[in-house]
């Protein structure tokens, strides 16, 4: 798939993310939330999974750099200088609260891995912006 659709599909993951993120805000204290926050930690997991392609895409592109899993390409992005310490400290917990989230259902794990989507939508946003520029 080439870099430009990848990108495109980003994009629309990100804003459908942003989307169940408000909806789960706005139900927050109602019967429907549950519903809505599950949504949005779905959407978090597809969205990380275009990110991450993304990013390997960009990498082999624009950097010459080859990486195959989700952490080699985040460590990557990182080491050529894209993103601060911070970052990849925040992108490998949500590569694996994603797994978490993919992988096992508990009402607590769904509602600590939702909390933190929010800030994790802004650093994908952030990385959206460097690899489109």
């Not at 109602?30 to 392609?53: G, H, P, V």
């Not at 990486?67 to 911070?86: A, L, N, V, Y």
Request: hydrophobic share 35%; with cysteine.
């Amino acid at each position: 798939m080439a870099l430009e659709k990848k990108l495109n599909d980003f994009r629309n993951a990100l804003d459908r993310l942003d989307e169940s993120i408000e909806k789960s805000i706005i139900y927050k204290d109602q019967e429907e939330y549950s519903f809505f926050r599950d949504s949005a930690i779905q959407r978090f997991e597809f969205t990380l999974e275009i990110a991450w392609k993304s990013i390997k895409s960009y990498l082999l592109v624009n950097e010459g750099v080859e990486c195959r899993s989700p952490k080699s390409c985040m460590r990557e992005f990182f080491s050529i200088g894209h993103i601060d310490q911070s970052e990849i400290s925040t992108l490998l917990e949500m590569i694996d609260d994603r797994n978490l989230a993919t992988h096992t259902y508990h009402e607590s794990l769904s509602e600590e891995i939702f909390l933190k989507i929010e800030e994790y939508s802004k650093l994908l946003e952030k990385i959206y912006k460097i690899i489109s520029a």
